[in-house]
């Protein structure tokens, strides 16, 4: 049996992917990727996001990320809110908190999530969520809204995994998940992301499975690369990869209300 598979983040606007975005794409076709969401980290990588979800027919978000807070210009929610008109464009983010890099300062990082999150309320979108070192905070700034979405990339402990999880958040796990350096704490919380919370996403260019075999030459990560993570996600979970993949696939056109949304 062929599985399919959804890549629920990609950074298909990265630099890493100019010269050969076609190929990118068409590597994860053949790999068995049906959809993915495009992520925006920005205004300007929103707008681009949008571009190659109409070219390539999958869907975007439109936010900005965290580490760009301290960039906004004064129209950026006007903006973003033009963009979310679009039928491709599903979830307002990447937005969020990360108090371990710090490139935007943390009371700018606040007020630029705050105004996103009540940006997704008003406009009954998901949010796409990013917390890294930040989970307190992160957990003051929901509790003023009632958003639904996912929390990317999660690399919480097991009381940010219990809030989020009791907050109505679907969970993305990443290839950090593969990592036997530093994912032993998600590793172990895997298993108790309920089928049906469940998003696998590559972030691709960045944090390529490794539990790859064998390991590219290139330490750039792909979209085609989901079946390694999916496998290792269905091991620990004790489940079939083919399992893990359909329940990530019906729960991400379920959030992103897929079917409604596009032709």
Known sequence: MTIQYTDAGVNLTSHQFEQDCDDIVARAKLAGVTDMLLIGADVAQSKQSLELAKRYGFVSTAGVHPHDAKSVGDDYLQQLSTLLCEPEVVAVGECGLDFNRDFSPRPQQQAVLNEQLNLAQQLNK????????????????????????????????????????????????????????RGAQLQALVPHIPDDRLLVETDAPYLIPRTLQPKPKSRRNEPAFISAVVQHIAQLRGQSAAHVAACSQANFARLFAIEDKLP
């Open 126 to 181: 998901p949010v796409y969520l990013h917390e890294r070192d930040a989970f307190s905070a992160m957990q003051a700034q929901l509790e003023r809204v009632t958003v639904k979405g996912v929390l990317h990339c999660f690399t919480g402990d097991a009381q940010a995994l219990s809030f989020y999880l009791n907050y109505g958040l679907m969970i993305g796990v990443t290839g950090w998940v593969c990592d036997e350096r």
